[in-house]
């Protein structure tokens, strides 16, 4: 058979049933083998599209995801994506076609060092020098991709070597192995003895918790060691939702519940999470009190921006029955509850106009129990993070470290594919959805009942706050007022929408967008001048947030 | 201040793209940089010289994670031989 045609045998040897790519000269061979495959290919209108459908593919169910492109503009099209998935540890494969070897390095056609591209931007790459070590090199990108902490594999592959003939003989050793992931518990003693003796413990729960695929152990975890619990923007959803305790998303948008506690709190559990700077705000001032211990499978975390008191390196579903220890801290929970209270969220809001957080809010309590929302980026994401409530990480997907617009509806499309039993809605703002609008086109092919909401505020809402608050304001190149008519947009693409500009509209509008069967977009025009409460502001501590008041 | 970092490391085209890489990017100046093939040729011996006021565990981390980096051993400090 030829390489090509082997390519496609691997995927399937790996339980890859679904791919997102798009075609073109240097990818040919892959793409005729496909034709008589069972490999089922989604063709995305953009390979950047097509990378963050693997990434919500991947997201929301906890496989690899994989995309493919061409050589040159195909590859650069998925720098973005795979940067994306970088920063939030995704396993995704991405296969690029390259030119024929005999041309490489010439300037050919469609020729571009994808390899030397990919080194800031994947966990590792692959050039495949022939057909011979095709296989072995596949097998290697899916191993890399989902060990450890996950990440993006790229594997190059030129055209030559697609084409190329081989005796191939499928490997009853392909079939992947559970690999166990080395854990040192060598300071377990330590990190139970500095729980036992806190009066102030708080659970800082990060994305590792529930890639390690340790949500049972989180939960006992907290019941076993009562104490209050905060959460990343990745791992929203992470803390069950009877624990009284969770106090919901810490950071520069986080709860001022959250934050406050945190400022307070004598010891830092930090679990899958790394001390992001939208997290910690002033570092020098972050969590001042509090000792640290710090759980992760990536050693290069530990002691990288704080110090940990203890650290634990390893499978964190091992790791967290061997640090627990009694808590007695009832006064402290006390003190959290009261805080909670305190800083609860309000949704009274004047006039008939829609207030984003009170939809939004709508929108959870409406939405079908597992749905899966995605975002895009800005001041609609954080509200979903404020006002939605999860019961798992892999229904919120949210692009966290990178923070790329144009991540949401792509991620849709991927979620939709992988969990087709479940409603898959896109949450967007006008700007972001813009990014990647082309991806209509893939909706409407599969006919993929994505619902999609639009936050429309005819600015780019984020920079906009920014420029009202911290840059005199200047509002420079934000303003959006010449939006296109996105009802009609959508209806360029058969399907079909509505616009509500009024708070007694929103209930109506949900229901109809549930009800119908199809994919629906629901244009939800908003106040500009509503912003994102609480904020941290830049070089500011966690405790001195800005609130609506204040500003 | 200089460190002196000897790397074993996998043969294969971008290891060196890599491993500068992820030095420039940390905050660390190469300040030396040696390597030859072993015996077999499928392996690199590299001696990595960089500067920089950050910790060097923080340099060193990173490259531990490096697909290709089979051993890594930081000659001129108190850290002991991490093996990757």
């Known amino acids: ?551 | 201040m200089n460190h002196v970092l000897n790397i074993t490391a996998n043969n294969t085209p971008a290891v060196v793209e890599r491993l500068l890489q992820v030095t420039r990017y940390r905050g660390y100046e190469l300040a030396g940089l040696q390597l030859a093939p072993r015996a077999d040729s499928r392996s690199l011996n590299i001696t990595l010289t960089v500067s920089g006021d950050k910790p060097i565990h923080l340099l060193t981390s990173q490259l531990h994670k490096l697909y290709d980096i089979q051993q890594l051993e930081l000659a001129s400090a108190e850290l002991a031989v991490l093996s990757a």
């Open chain 1, 1 to 551: 058979m030829k390489g090509a045609e082997l390519v496609l045998q691997v995927l399937q040897q790996h339980g890859v049933e679904t791919i997102f790519g798009y075609p073109g000269g240097a990818i040919m061979p892959i793409y005729d083998a496909l034709y008589q495959s069972t490999v089922k290919h989604y063709l995305c209108r953009h390979e950047q599209g097509g990378a963050f459908s693997a990434i919500g593919f991947a997201r929301a169910s906890g496989k690899v995801g994989v995309c493919m492109a061409t050589s040159g503009p195909g590859a650069t099209n998925l720098i973005t994506s795979l940067a994306d998935a970088m920063l939030d540890s995704v396993p995704v494969v991405a296969i690029t076609g390259q030119v024929s070897q005999a041309v490489m390095g010439s300037d050919a056609f469609q020729e571009i060092d994808v390899l030397g591209l990919s080194l800031a931007v994947t966990k590792h790459s692959f050039m495949v020098r022939s057909v011979e070590e095709l296989e072995a090199t596949l097998n290697q990108a899916f191993a890399i991709a989902k060990s450890g902490r996950p990440g993006p594999v790229l594997v190059d592959i030129p055209k030559d070597v697609q084409l190329a003939e081989i005796d191939y003989q499928p490997l009853a050793s392909n079939a992947q192995k559970a690999v166990s992931v080395p854990t040192s518990l060598a300071n377990a003693a330590k990190a139970r003895a500095l729980i036992a003796a806190a009066k102030k413990p708080m659970a800082y729960i990060g994305g590792g918790v529930h890639v390690a695929g340790a949500m049972p152990q989180l939960q006992q975890f907290l019941a076993d060691n009562p104490m209050p619990s905060v959460t990343t923007l990745k791992a929203m959803g992470s803390v069950a939702k009877d624990n009284t305790h969770y106090m919901g998303m810490l950071g520069m948008h986080g709860t001022q519940a959250a934050n406050l506690a945190v400022q307070q709190c004598d010891l830092l559990i930090c679990l899958g999470a790394r001390f992001d700077d939208r997290v910690t705000g002033n570092l020098q001032k972050f969590a001042p009190h509090a000792k640290v211990i710090h759980v992760d499978i990536d050693p290069a975390e530990i002691n990288k921006v704080r110090f940990a008191d203890a650290a634990l390196l390893g499978d964190m579903k091992q790791i967290l029955p061997a640090i627990s220890a009694s808590t007695n801290c009832d006064e402290w929970l006390a003190h959290c509850a009261t805080l909670k209270q305190q800083h609860g969220w309000r949704y009274d809001h004047p006039g008939e106009r829609i207030y984003a957080p009170l939809m939004l809010k709508q929108l959870s309590e409406r939405m079908p129990d597992n749905s899966v929302v995605c975002c895009d980026v800005g001041q609609h994401q954080m509200w979903v993070a404020q006002h939605m409530r999860f019961s798992s990480p892999r229904n919120h997907l949210s692009s966290g470290g990178l923070g790329t617009m144009g991540f949401g509806l792509p991620a849709a499309i991927g979620a939709k594919l992988a969990r087709p039993q479940d409603t898959v809605i896109t949450v967007s703002g006008d700007g972001s959805f813009m990014m990647n609008v082309q991806e209509l086109a893939t909706i409407k092919r599969f006919r993929l009942p994505v619902k999609i909401v639009v936050v429309d505020n005819q600015r780019l809402g984020m920079v906009k706050q920014w420029q009202q608050l911290f840059f005199n304001e200047r509002y420079s190149e934000t303003d959006l007022s010449d939006n296109p008519d996105f009802v009609a947009l959508a209806a360029a693409f058969a399907i079909p929408g509505h616009c509500i500009t009024r708070k007694d509209e929103v209930e109506g509008a949900l229901e109809a967008m549930f009800t119908w069967p199809g994919p629906y977009l629901l244009h939800v025009c908003i106040d500009d001048k509503d912003n994102v409460w609480p904020l941290v502001p830049p070089g500011a501590a966690n405790e001195d947030m800005m609130t609506e008041a204040k500003a």
